[in-house]
């Protein structure tokens, strides 16, 4: 972050002014979602994943519209799946910088104000939390596009887990909220944070039967067949370091084309 920015942080002993939605005024598209299709329950295979149709293209990663080096994406991971998400995101959002972190034992509060007093890290920047696999190339509306996580019984979640643009002054507009507490989650952060970053907007819904974007990976799936349509089919792969194992074969071959 530059040093004006971390100048003005919580931890400074100085509140950030109250932002406008004016802080989110980029231009991004909205991916358009496809009709759903029945899928085999979760109960069945082990896998949470929203519908759709796109294939794996066999060709070489090239640049892809609105990516670049100077909107430096912070990819998160467990030691064991890290390697493996480097390789994934470097394929599949050239030419962006890839910046891997081990999110091994730490708290998510941790994570964001280490971020935040990173030098290497511009005011914007993608973070990607732990373990979410692209299946596909992504462009920048993919990586930025405002996300809530919607269950079949009506709960919401701002934490889908997918990519997320984190601007350095809504950040801290988050932690000024957030400044009583001694920790807080993904869940309580995003959700904040979407309020002041995306004042006003409607976020895309994600879940099992709403789109193609994301399959959720949390066990051995019971159906590997069923995995391997989520390759094809959906946009990205976010699993958990449990359900990681099972399914990281399937995953190397998927990236193994360089």
Not at 20 to 40: C, I, L
Not at 72 to 91: F, H, N, T, Y
Not at 174 to 184: H, I, P, R, S
Not at 214 to 239: E, G, H, S, W
């Amino acid at each position: 972050m530059t040093k004006n920015t971390k100048q003005n942080s919580p931890a400074a002993g100085k509140a950030p002014a109250a932002e406008s939605s004016e802080t989110a005024t980029r231009q991004k598209a909205t991916p358009q979602e496809s009709e759903a299709q029945k899928e085999p329950s979760p109960a069945d295979n082990g896998i949470d994943a929203s519908e759709g149709t796109n294939l794996q293209s066999e060709t070489e990663a090239v640049p892809v519209f609105g990516i670049c080096e100077t909107l430096p994406i912070v990819v998160c991971g467990s030691s064991e799946a890290l390697p493996l998400l480097v390789k994934a995101w470097r394929q599949n959002a050239s030419p962006a910088k890839i910046l891997p972190r081990d999110t091994g034992s730490g708290s998510f509060s941790d994570l964001v104000v280490s971020l935040m007093g990173d030098d290497d890290l511009p005011d914007s920047f993608i973070l990607v939390p732990a373990n979410c696999f692209p299946t596909h190339r992504v462009d920048l509306a993919d990586l930025t596009t405002y996300r809530v996580r919607v269950f079949r019984d009506g709960r919401r979640r701002y934490d889908t887990r997918l990519p997320v643009l984190l601007e350095a002054i809504a950040i801290l507009a988050t932690l000024e909220l957030l400044k009583d507490a001694d920790t807080f989650t993904e869940e309580e952060f995003f959700e904040k944070y979407g309020k002041i970053a995306h004042a006003g907007e409607l976020p895309q819904e994600v879940g099992l039967h709403i789109g193609n974007t994301v399959a959720y990976v949390t066990r051995m799936p019971r159906c590997m067949a069923a995995f391997t349509d989520a390759l094809r089919q959906k946009q990205f792969i976010c699993t958990t370091a449990e359900g990681f194992d099972p399914i990281k074969e399937r995953l190397t071959l998927l990236y193994d084309r360089e």
